[in-house]
């Protein structure tokens, strides 16, 4: 199985700054299946990226992914309030799918 | 707007099985997975499984073959049943539509396994 690996833990912005969210596969991620998630205390995940790099529905366009095989990033270039929030990374190119353990981006 | 609506026992005795259903309004299920993932405090999100509308399955080897979905599409619903469950299954657990990954979830359902 494939494991994913989020880095860092807990990022620390305030509003306005840029985030960088990591995650590194142990191995190849067929066909860039790479998605991220936002989830919200209470809510459900909410879709923001698939295929490493497309926006989901009604994404704003201040969340972009990137990367390609084992290295991925989540950037979210000027946080808004609504974003501080834990995103999870998940592959679902190989199966069993599988999730990171989730980057929390709080309030600084 | 497809949604998605969880539905079963919010607890479950060790050693019986869980059963929850999964109803889909606002799309078709014809052509798409639709899946169930878990979410627990100790091991994050992890994937159940899907199953095709068609009725092919896929599901995660750590349940160990405790796992059994189905699907009735003239309801719009598809089914999750866990059986032998431990305290270890006691989760939040949504339904999801995998495209093929998960775009669209259902709100999530609390499920305790206690005696």
């Known amino acids: 199985e494939i494991v994913l690996t989020q880095s860092p833990g807990t990022l620390s912005l305030s509003p306005g700054e840029r985030a960088t969210l990591s995650c590194r596969a142990s191995?190849?991620?067929?066909?860039?299946?790479l998605a991220w998630y936002q989830q919200r205390p209470g809510q459900a995940p909410r879709l923001l990226i698939y295929?490493?790099?497309s926006r989901g529905t009604g994404i704003p366009d201040r969340f972009s992914g990137t990367g390609s095989g084992t290295d991925f990033a989540l950037t979210i270039s000027r946080l808004e309030p609504e974003d501080f929030a834990v995103y999870y990374c998940?592959?679902?190119?190989?199966?069993?799918?599988?999730f990171g353990q989730g980057t929390k981006v709080e309030v600084k | 707007q497809v949604q998605l609506q969880e539905s079963g026992p919010g607890l479950v005795k060790p050693s019986e099985a869980l059963s929850l259903t999964c109803t889909v309004s606002?799309?078709?299920?014809?052509?798409?997975?639709w899946s169930w993932i878990r979410q627990s405090p100790g091991k994050g999100l992890e994937w159940i499984g899907y199953?095709?509308?068609?009725?092919?399955?896929n599901y995660n080897p750590s349940l160990r073959g405790r796992v059994t979905m189905s699907v009735d599409t003239s309801k719009n619903q598809f089914s999750l049943k866990l059986t032998s469950v431990t305290a270890a299954d006691t989760a939040v657990y949504y339904c999801?539509?995998?495209?093929?990954?998960?775009?669209?979830w259902g709100q999530g359902t609390l499920v305790t396994v206690s005696s």
């Open positions: 199953i095709y509308f068609s009725g092919y399955t």
């Open positions: 998940q592959q679902y190119g190989s199966s069993p799918q599988t």
């Open positions: 295929g490493a790099s």
């Open positions: 999801t539509r995998a495209n093929p990954g998960p775009d669209y």
């Open positions: 606002g799309g078709s299920m014809s052509t798409y997975y």
């Open positions: 191995q190849s991620v067929n066909n860039n299946y």
